[in-house]
């Protein structure tokens, strides 16, 4: 929360054929790297789950990509990628990693 958690609506464009606008809460990606001390022109960002799936960003995608603790003003429940999970507006749901277990900068 140090990092300067928020809120943020994004829509969540499920694959299954729904879409949904949310208010989530979490840390914006693009802080937490900074306050990681990555490197500033990072070439692409792949955060992944525990079950192994994964999603590639690019930098220009970092300021709006969040990862969330927080869902329409409570916790993340476990179903929907508790305790963190990426928000990755302008991408398909598939993209939107739940239960983020490692993210790696290159």
Known sequence: RALGEREQLAVLDC???????????????????RHAGT????????????????SSLDPAELDDALLATGVV?????VANGAPC???????????WVKWVTEIEVS
């Open 15 to 33: 694959t299954s054929g729904w879409a949904l606008e949310t208010s989530w809460r979490g840390i914006p990606l693009a802080a937490l790297l």
């Open 39 to 54: 490197t500033s022109n990072p070439r692409s960002v792949v955060v992944r789950s525990a079950t192994g799936w994964s």
């Open 73 to 77: 003003g409570g916790p993340l429940r």
């Open 85 to 95: 999970r990426l928000v990755a507006p302008n991408r398909r749901g598939l993209d």
